[in-house]
């Protein structure tokens, strides 16, 4: 662990909890220099949607590098781009009646989402986005300002403006956000500039596992539509098919605007975002915005592959319902005579604890007994199950059992507050 204390920054993190030095991994597990092996239930925090080292991509990928395939090409016309964009907007656009121009921002979602903020701001003429209470879209400083973490945001060494933030839904017992939302924009003196557009995570990932409800989502949209303001999808970690659709958003019929996705869009672990825009907000004069690693060919074979094999139809979609449905019965048992609750959606789910204290607690055991999990949320209270959307029954049962057992361990009684 020496050669890690000793050159690395000290802004390192998720090392600090998982206290191992891995070797290998495969699916659903990851196996460290002692050959101890650990079920995944964080999955790169989202970006392992199929696994570890899928045969399948892996496969694909194999074979393009050892044909010499373009590695990197800026933006330039290659073959394996051409197929990832046939593939997306076969399987994924034109199903759903998309019409959305597909931009490559960059490598990281950060990149997508300060896109997003650049072209809303470009097309409207206006500067103020909207944001909500524990909303997570990046790093850089664009994305970090809509960000709600103090941890983050004090990071930033500048004061981050031009963001207006609501509360998200749930945020305030008896706080209707979007009735109060409505009454701003109605009123010249009530200090809010005209929104240039609202960015929106279906789900909140790291904020906590919030997840707004459908009928939130439809009478945010309608607000947006009314006020001349564009609406961002931010669906970087709940993208991909976490939530059971391959966008979060598909449940509740709304049409973003602006769909920002990373993290498991390449399938294999690799850097890839893409920022969609409505056809006639596509606006952006050639190289006005761009970045070297915009054009990761390895991410465009891995991810057309992942689309052509998960979902060309709907069978993977089903599964991944399923074990959803199966996730959040065991989580809801588990809560029982306790004081944690359910929270999330899909195979983005999770229980909420009384404190980080707690949380933490509960992760260490279940690290011990040989599963990686995390916590999330704004004390980091909320223990977080990412478990590749491939993962077997098997193992999440095996994954769970491990969870349940580090549950009761704490000797949690109903009546205990944070």
């Not at 990851?30 to 080292?53: K, Q, R, W």
């Not at 960015?199 to 790291?206: A, K, P, S, Y």
């Not at 920002?260 to 672990?269: A, N, Q, R, V």
């Not at 893409?274 to 006005?288: A, H, K, V, Y």
């Amino acid at each position: 662990m020496g050669i890690f204390k000793d050159v690395e920054s000290n802004v390192r993190s998720y090392c600090r909890g998982i206290p191992a030095i891995f070797t290998s991994a495969k699916g659903s597990e990851m196996t460290d220099e002692n050959g101890t092996v650990y079920l995944d239930f964080l999955a790169g925090a989202g970006t392992l949607n199929y696994g570890h080292n899928n045969p399948i991509l892996k496969k694909a990928l194999v074979e393009y590098i050892e044909n010499d395939g373009v590695t990197h090409g800026l933006d330039f016309h290659t073959e394996a781009k051409a197929a990832f964009l046939h593939a997306f907007n076969d399987i994924i656009l034109q199903p759903r009646g998309m019409d959305h121009a597909v931009m490559f921002p960059g490598p990281t979602g950060t990149n997508a989402v300060e896109a997003a903020l650049k072209i809303a701001r470009k097309v409207t003429g206006r500067h103020t986005i909207v944001s909500f209470t524990n909303g997570f879209h990046g790093m850089s400083l664009g994305a970090l300002a809509t960000t709600g973490n103090q941890h983050h945001r004090g990071g930033a060494g500048v004061q981050l403006g031009g963001v207006f933030r609501l509360p998200y839904e749930g945020y305030m017992e008896g706080m209707d956000s979007l009735t109060y939302f409505e009454k701003l924009l109605g009123d010249p003196s009530s200090g809010l500039d005209h929104p240039a557009a609202v960015i929106v995570e279906i789900v909140q990932g790291e904020g906590g596992l919030n997840a707004a409800t459908d009928q939130w989502l439809v009478r945010l949209e309608s607000i947006c539509r009314k006020h001349d303001i564009l609406l961002i999808a931010d669906d970087i970690q709940a993208g991909c098919g976490r939530t059971g659709t391959f966008f979060s958003f598909e449940p509740s019929g709304i049409e973003p605007d602006i769909i920002t996705l990373s993290k498991s869009l390449s399938g294999y672990g690799l850097p890839f975002a893409l920022t969609l825009i409505r056809r006639e907000l596509d606006q952006f004069e050639p190289g006005e915005h761009n970045g070297t690693f915009r054009g990761n060919n390895l991410a465009f074979v891995t991810a057309k592959v992942a689309l052509e094999t998960y979902w060309a139809d709907m069978d993977f979609a089903h599964e991944v319902q399923a074990k959803a449905k199966h996730l959040r019965a065991r989580l809801t048992e588990m809560a029982e005579d306790t004081p944690l609750f359910l929270k999330g959606r899909g195979l983005m789910s999770g229980l909420s604890c009384p404190n980080g204290e707690i949380a933490s607690a509960i992760t260490k055991e279940c690290f011990a007994q040989g599963m990686i999990i995390e916590t999330s949320g704004p004390n980091d209270e909320v223990v977080k199950c990412l478990a590749p959307l491939t993962t077997t029954m098997e193992q999440l049962n095996k994954g769970l059992d491990i969870l349940a057992a580090a549950i009761t361990k704490q000797n949690l009684k109903a009546s205990e507050s944070a």
